[in-house]
């Protein structure tokens, strides 16, 4: 059973268009995380949910829009597409949420963005 | 900005070698992580080091960490192909109510050649 799943994989689609990356963990955790990694692999945090309740919410545009609808998921909308947002877009989830423990994080598989 | 920084950006190597790799952060942190992506895919937490942590070891892995350097250093010994990978190390950036936020570098890109 995968433990954090996206869909889609991959998504291609022109500028201005409005999408959605769904994510989903089996886990049983509590927090849940949205991150962006650029061409360069530098990967971003972009937001994170504890327990459906916004807790992280990095200097993003507000074209991304964070949905938890129930604990184990967590969506991304993104409004307006621009060029600018190709990029791999990765879920994570992790038990708590960190505090001077450290939580580790457990990574989905990535949805791929092409905005053309 | 950046908190971690990892050094080299690449490095190839030949199976059975050790690899090396370093990581540089700017604040001060509660722990520090490892973490290696394979091409294509998510990223898999491989050890976690806490600030009053000097030396872990996992497997073939061994991290150490020198918080007056602000410095970490992972050691695969004795790599195989399969540890051909990203490697990246991941911050929490010292606040205690950090809620998860992990600071990552861009990366060291490990080639293991068979």
């Known amino acids: 059973d995968t433990a954090v799943s996206q869909t889609p994989k991959y998504l291609v689609t022109q500028m201005g268009n409005d999408k959605s990356i769904k994510c989903e963990q089996n886990l049983g955790h509590d927090t849940m995380y949205w991150y962006k990694q650029d061409s360069k692999k530098f990967l971003k945090i972009m937001f994170s949910?504890?327990?459906?309740?916004?807790?992280i919410n990095e200097t993003v545009p507000n074209r991304f829009s964070p949905k938890s609808p129930d604990k184990a998921h967590l969506n991304l909308h993104i409004n307006s597409l621009e060029l600018g947002d190709s990029a791999v877009y990765f879920c994570?989830?992790?038990?708590?949420?960190?505090?001077?423990?450290?939580?580790?994080?457990?990574f989905g598989p990535g949805t791929r963005l092409t905005v053309l | 900005s950046q908190q971690g920084e990892e050094d080299p950006q690449a490095l190839s190597i030949q199976e059975g070698e050790n690899a090396t790799m370093n990581c540089s952060y700017k604040t001060s942190i509660n722990n520090l992580q490892w973490y290696r992506q394979n091409s294509g895919r998510g990223l898999v937490h491989l050890i976690l080091?806490?600030?009053?942590?000097r030396e872990k070891h996992s497997g073939r892995l061994r991290v150490t960490l020198d918080t007056s350097k602000k410095s970490s250093s992972l050691l695969i010994t004795a790599s195989r192909a399969a540890d051909t990978a990203s490697y990246f190390c991941a911050t929490d950036g010292g606040r205690t109510d950090s809620w998860g936020k992990l600071q990552f570098g861009a990366g060291t890109q490990v080639v293991v050649t068979p």
């Open positions: 949910y504890n327990n459906k309740e916004l807790i």
């Open positions: 080091i806490r600030s009053n942590e």
């Open positions: 994570a989830s992790s038990q708590g949420s960190g505090g001077t423990a450290g939580d580790t994080q457990y």
